[in-house]
């Protein structure tokens, strides 16, 4: 998750812009959220967006997004932040760390509007920047509410796990590069094996995550990743 860069300059409607330029931003991202839940991510371009945006020019989309990725990583952001799956679970007193864990992994991929634009994003990992700014802010808002969890999960019992700071920090890591397969090569029965892995890694490490309603979410995410050339 990657924060939006707002890009320096002026072209066209700069003046305008810049009285409320929270507005103008909030205007690409719900004509960008649109046209790619519409579209599709490859066949939307920014001569798109600035089209459906009436009165901005290309420069004012640049003056605040240096790319269609940034754009489309921070649609993710926001849908994230709008639906955060780990708050909706922090507070519930019904459920053990665990089952914490799992319904926030549930909800995630529940959003399935979200969950097509982040299958829709995998080839944008192919831009090294990009890819080290994704982990980076990954492991900053990620880690700490994996580790909030683990360690509820550890207090209450549902969990047994020696390496809860470790696996806070992995599992960022490796559901943001390992099982990607812009990162690393590897068809729909291969991202399989590899979540098939996961599960059994966590598990004998005592945090036994994935159960059969998350394998049947993960199953229909996966046939939504495009195939890799």
Same mark, same amino acid.
């Given at each position: 998750?990657?924060? %939006? ?6 072209? &066209? ?11 103008? =931003? ?15 991510? !490859? ?6 967006? =600035?089209?459906?945006? &009436? ?14 990725? @940034?754009?489309? /990583? ?19 007193? !019904? ?8 319904? %926030? ?9 979200? %969950? ?24 900053? =808002? ?8 683990? @360690?509820? &999960? ?32 590897? /068809? ?11 599960? !059994? ?10 159960? !059969? ?5 993960? /199953? ?10």
């Amino acid at each position: 998750m990657l924060a %939006a860069y707002t890009k320096g300059g002026s072209e &066209g409607t700069c003046m305008a812009r810049n009285k409320y330029p929270e507005v103008t =931003v909030e205007r690409i991202l719900d004509v960008s959220q649109r046209l790619f839940l519409e579209k599709g991510y !490859d066949h939307t371009t920014i001569q798109d967006i =600035v089209d459906e945006l &009436g009165g901005l020019t290309k420069g004012a989309v640049y003056h605040h997004f240096r790319s269609k990725e @940034e754009i489309l /990583d921070a649609v993710s952001d926001r849908m994230f932040f709008a639906n955060n799956p780990f708050e909706s679970v922090k507070k519930r007193t !019904d459920l053990s760390g665990l089952e914490k864990l799992r319904e %926030a992994v549930r909800l995630n991929q529940q959003d399935t509007e979200r %969950a097509r634009l982040t299958a829709q994003a995998i080839p944008i990992t192919q831009n090294p920047q990009l890819l080290v700014e994704m982990i980076s802010s990954n492991r900053k =808002v990620l880690t700490p509410y994996f580790l909030e969890l683990l @360690e509820e &999960g550890n207090r209450d019992g549902s969990l047994h796990t020696e390496y809860a700071g470790e696996i806070a920090e992995l599992l960022p890591l490796l559901t943001s590069l390992w099982l990607l397969p812009s990162v690393y090569p590897a /068809d729909k029965e291969g991202i399989r094996r590899k979540f098939q892995f996961l599960g !059994d890694m966590l598990a004998k490490m005592g945090v036994p995550l994935v159960d !059969d309603s998350l394998r049947v979410l993960i /199953d229909a995410f996966i046939e939504e990743i495009p195939e890799m050339a």
